[in-house]
Nanobody, 124 residues
Framework: QVHLAESGGGLVQTGGSQRLSCVVS????????MAWFRQAPGKEREFVAA????????YYADSVRGRFTISRDNAENTVYLQMNSLKPEDTAVYYC?????????????????WGQGTPVTVSS
């Protein structure tokens, strides 16, 4: 079993920055693609960013490209999401997800393992 634990959420002002972390524990011997999704109140869960196991491929939603950066440290079993130039519309619960397929996915259905989420609130 794979366990994901997010941290780093909180309240931030518009234009500010926040870094989220996700620690993978349990069956960490596998090679997992990692992703961040988010879900705002009353909305569906949406893709934010993803990174391949080796970290050589990154994918971003258009809404965050140029502002957010996903990265990983496999030695620490941790993936990060650096969020800059935050906007009120970035307010959501952010979820970390893991998948072992050979292709990096961008849909929630592609990821069998999920964390509990960490809330991010961007004040205007």
């Amino acid at each position: 079993q794979v366990h994901l634990a997010e941290s780093g959420g909180g309240l931030v002002q518009t234009g500010g920055s926040q870094r989220l972390s996700c620690v993978v524990s349990g069956r960490t011997s596998g090679r997992y693609n990692m992703a961040w999704f988010r879900q705002a109140p009353g909305k569906e869960r949406e893709f934010v960013a993803a990174i391949s196991w080796y970290g050589n491929n990154e994918y971003y939603a258009d809404s965050v490209r140029g502002r957010f950066t996903i990265s990983r440290d496999n030695a620490e079993n941790t993936v990060y999401l650096q969020m800059n130039s935050l906007k009120p519309e970035d307010t959501a619960v952010y979820y970390c997800a893991a998948d072992q397929r050979s292709v990096v996915g961008t849909l929630p259905s592609h990821y069998p393992y999920w964390g509990q989420g960490t809330p991010v609130t961007v004040s205007s």
